[in-house]
T-cell receptor, first 113, second 113 residues
């Protein structure tokens, strides 16, 4: 079966702009989590969605937001981009939130210039 | 805030050598996962350990969960160049109501032919 699909793979934006990233989970998976990965901080949890509801949120500013659609696809949005937002953004899907079998997409590499 | 400390941060070894990577925390986790990530890709789940003292083997890889469920180790026997990558441990908090993984910063392994 198809894996987790993230689009786009690469993105270059300038400071102050906003960006929307997309994640399509594995078919049948209803939980989607987002992570930010940087060389200095490693993988940091952004938020988790299940049944179109945000169930948990990490310690990130309000510029970072997300949503989940009825087909379980998810988007995350970052507004007023800063240089420090440059990172690999990873999406993980699982059947249900408490299920520890999470499958990651290839990520979106965001570069802010 | 729960933290997972991984050591060593970097490891460069010759093909055929053995190695052990450690993942330690002061917190108890209900389960712990190991992932391997290659450059430009998302992490790929290798194993999940749940029971204190549990040992799991995946070909040349041996994973162990500490008795107190606070630490874990990954041992690779006769390393091969294909083992090169970033090894990440991730813990799911005991009693957490929703799905959130806490990741270590990883061990970057290079196996030289």
């Amino acid at each position: 079966k198809a894996g987790v699909t993230q689009t786009p793979r690469y993105l270059i934006k300038t400071r102050g702009q906003q960006v929307t990233l997309s994640c399509s989970p594995i078919s049948g998976h209803r939980s989607v989590s987002w992570y930010q990965q940087t060389p200095g901080q490693g993988l940091q949890f952004l938020f988790e969605y299940f049944s179109e509801t945000q169930r948990n949120k990490g310690n990130f500013p309000g510029r970072f937001s997300g949503r989940q659609f009825s087909n379980s696809r998810s988007e995350m949005n970052v507004s007023t981009l800063e240089l420090g937002d440059s990172a690999l953004y990873l999406c993980a899907s699982s059947l249900i939130p408490v299920n520890t079998e999470a499958f990651f997409g290839q990520g979106t590499r965001l570069t802010v210039v | 805030t729960q933290l997972l400390e991984q050591s060593p941060q970097f490891l460069s070894i010759q093909e055929g050598e053995n190695l052990t990577v450690y993942c330690n925390s002061s917190s108890v986790f209900s389960s712990l996962q190991w992932y391997r990530q290659e450059p430009g890709e998302g992490p790929v789940l290798l194993v999940t350990v749940v029971t204190g003292g549990e040992v799991k083997k995946l070909k040349r890889l041996t994973f162990q969960f500490g008795d107190a469920r606070k630490d874990s180790s990954l041992h690779i026997t006769a390393a091969q160049p294909g083992d090169t990558g970033l090894y990440l441990c991730a813990g799911k908090s005991a009693g957490a109501g929703s799905y959130q993984l806490t990741f270590g910063k990883g061990t970057k392994l290079s196996v030289i032919p």
